[in-house]
């Protein structure tokens, strides 16, 4: 069932359209020898015909910043619980075997 809002004139685009929580690339990096620059490309998943190349990290780097919005600051930024995969581990978290508390 699809949910479609109703608009009238008090009605903003934010509150229509709501602002995603997230966002899924293939990123793929490369430099043509140990003393070339980093160069990256990105694939947008849910718009697998379009990519997008940078000539360096910080124009990758400036393009998900873009794409993100800007960092809260630290006292407005809302915690959100840790939720821990049982079937994946990072290194340096909790393993799967260690008990939580």
């Known amino acids: ?3 479609f809002p109703q608009i ?3 009605t903003t685009n934010e509150e ?3 602002e ?3 966002a899924s ?3 793929r990096i490369w430099r043509d020898h140990a003393r ?3 160069r990256a490309m990105v694939v947008d998943v ?4 379009e990519h997008r190349h940078f000539a360096t990290l910080e124009a990758l780097f400036a393009f998900l910043t873009a794409q993100t919005g800007p960092t809260p600051p630290a006292h407005e930024q809302m915690r959100a619980p ?3 995969d049982l079937n994946h581990y990072t290194p340096g978290s909790v393993s799967w075997e260690e008990r939580l508390d």
Request: proline share 16%; glycine share 4%.
């Open 20 to 22: 995603p929580n997230h």
């Open 82 to 84: 840790i939720e821990r």
């Open 46 to 49: 849910a718009q697998p015909g």
């Open 8 to 10: 009238n004139d008090a």
């Open 36 to 38: 070339s620059p980093w």
């Open 25 to 27: 690339y293939l990123l």
């Open 16 to 18: 229509v359209m709501p």
């Open 1 to 3: 069932m699809a949910y």
